[in-house]
């Protein structure tokens, strides 16, 4: 049974950091890769996929990388600033459903 | 940009009672996605719908629920008598292929 992992559970930082997020994943048979953003009490906001057959995926300040065999990825998210605050979630594809990790809450501070 | 719209925002019912959660997904897209979210759990699968029929559902989704898309633009949630424990966030989804899903912003059911 695919189980989606990440770290760490919560981070906070000054504005202007560079900083990665974690996500671990124990079935490398997966499709895609994809990480949300999620504000509190809100929907979640589609950030990045990456498909199974990539490495990395580039948006604006954020990078996504997938290493497939050792069953990780990780969001870097450069000059970090105060509106990245809010939760972010990795999510495996697994045929047709997204298998959530439980989040990393990102808080930073000006 | 297009987006996932749902209504209600918030539900309240007393348990026993029939709610249905309402969602219209992107215009162009094929599939379409239930999820809900208990307060400070991961947000889980529910449900899968694609040409008309359900493709796949979690252990969650039992004779309680049911999915239809009545027409061609609304896609909806029954829940036929209400839990305690159903109480949650209900997000709907889509996606053109399977590849990226995108969320609505979600209904806030709670069961008293």
């Known amino acids: 049974k695919q189980e989606v992992t990440q770290i760490p559970a919560a981070l906070s930082v000054p504005e202007g950091e560079n900083l990665v997020l974690n996500c671990s994943f124990t079935?490398?048979?997966?499709?895609?890769l994809q990480w949300f953003r999620q504000d509190p009490g809100k929907g979640l906001t589609s950030l990045l996929l990456?498909?199974?057959?990539?490495r990395e995926q580039t948006s604006g300040r954020l990078n996504a990388s997938l290493d497939k065999s050792s069953g990780r990825s990780t969001l870097y998210i450069a000059a970090s600033q105060p509106g990245d605050s809010a939760t972010y979630l990795c999510?495996?594809?697994?045929?047709?459903?997204?298998?959530f990790g439980t989040g990393t809450r990102l808080q930073v501070f000006p | 940009e297009p987006e996932v719209t749902q209504t209600p925002s918030h539900q309240v019912t007393q348990m026993g009672q029939e709610v249905i959660l309402r969602c219209v997904p992107i215009?162009?897209?094929?599939?379409f996605y239930w999820y809900r979210q208990i307060l400070g759990q991961k947000v889980e699968f529910l449900v899968s719908?694609?040409?008309?029929?359900?493709?796949?559902k979690s252990e969650i989704f039992d004779d309680q629920f049911s999915v239809e898309r009545p027409d061609g633009s609304n896609f909806t949630l029954k829940i036929r008598s209400t839990k305690l424990e159903d109480s949650a966030m209900y997000f709907c989804?889509?996606?053109?292929?399977?590849?990226?899903?995108?969320f609505g912003p979600g209904t806030r059911l709670l069961v008293l």
């Open positions: 989804a889509s996606s053109v292929v399977s590849g990226t899903q995108y």
């Open positions: 079935d490398s048979a997966i499709y895609n």
């Open positions: 990456i498909q199974s057959s990539q």
């Open positions: 999510a495996v594809h697994n045929t047709d459903k997204l298998i």
């Open positions: 215009s162009n897209h094929l599939y």
């Open positions: 719908f694609y040409n008309n029929e359900i493709s796949e």
